[in-house]
């Protein structure tokens, strides 16, 4: 079994360009079974509108698909945290979480941050800038897949220090009091150091997958709790999209 996670940039190539049909390839190439997507748009005029959800779920054949705006709004424009309730055709901003396989159960939950605006030094710019924190979301999924049923969570974790520990633990907390085993996938923006100190889960792939270009920081990452899964194989393809590599690892029970 595939599990995949990917920050997709909003289906963006580092120079600027967004091309759907550029999306659609990544995950076709990628060939998921489980895929966690982050920065994903939806109605947004920077993407020409499109549902990048159902690009990738059409993509990948997913029979069970559900995306989570955490920002409505823009990105670096105006934005207000979203809450679930917008209207149809708003332009909205999250995650997504995508599978061959059924869900028998889905739950979002909305983690703790503050609206507090935080320095970011922008290392291809070489300077620093100011932004507002995001808020930030995770989606969880129970799914009956070959390796049994598996709770799966897909998260993009806030890039301050502190602040993503803190969502963390409690994500955690809630995998915890659903159903056993247990995948914990996304964005993390921590060291696979920290995040297994933190979770008290264990990595399944040790790989840098930031910058795209020339990988040097692992951000992305997969953890579980299940002793009886085995990592066959794992990848970081680059892929004509994003400033992130996707994170493949293929999956078997022993």
Do not use: C
Request: positive net charge; proline residues 8%.
């Amino acid at each position: 079994m595939r599990v995949a996670t990917f920050n997709i940039l909003h289906g963006r190539t580092v120079g600027g360009v967004v091309d759907p049909s550029r999306l659609r390839m990544s995950i076709q190439r990628l060939q998921p079974d489980i895929l966690a997507l982050q920065e994903v748009d939806l109605d947004q005029e920077r993407s020409g509108r499109v549902d990048l959800t159902a690009v990738a779920a059409e993509a990948m054949g997913a029979v069970a698909h559900r995306f989570v705006a955490a920002i409505a709004g823009t990105p670096g424009a105006t934005w207000t945290a979203a809450t679930g309730t917008e209207q149809p055709g708003s332009a909205t901003y999250g995650i997504a979480l995508l599978s061959r396989f059924p869900a028998s159960s889905w739950q979002v939950l909305r983690l703790p941050h503050f609206p507090v605006r935080v320095p970011l030094y922008l290392a291809s710019a070489r300077r620093i800038i100011v932004l507002k924190e995001e808020p930030r979301t995770a989606i969880l999924a129970r799914f009956d897949t070959p390796l049994g049923p598996l709770t799966v969570a897909n998260t993009h974790l806030a890039f301050v220090p502190g602040s993503n520990r803190r969502q963390l633990r409690r994500i955690v907390t809630e995998l915890r009091g659903l159903p056993g085993p247990h995948l914990l996938v996304g964005d993390l923006n921590l060291t696979s150091a920290t995040a297994q100190r933190v979770s008290g889960m264990r990595t399944l792939a040790v790989v840098p997958t930031f910058p795209a270009h020339r990988p040097r920081r692992q951000l992305d990452h997969l953890f579980t709790d299940d002793p009886g899964l085995t990592v066959r194989s794992h990848g970081t393809p680059l892929m004509p999209i994003s400033d992130h590599r996707p994170l493949v690892v293929d999956l078997e029970r022993h």
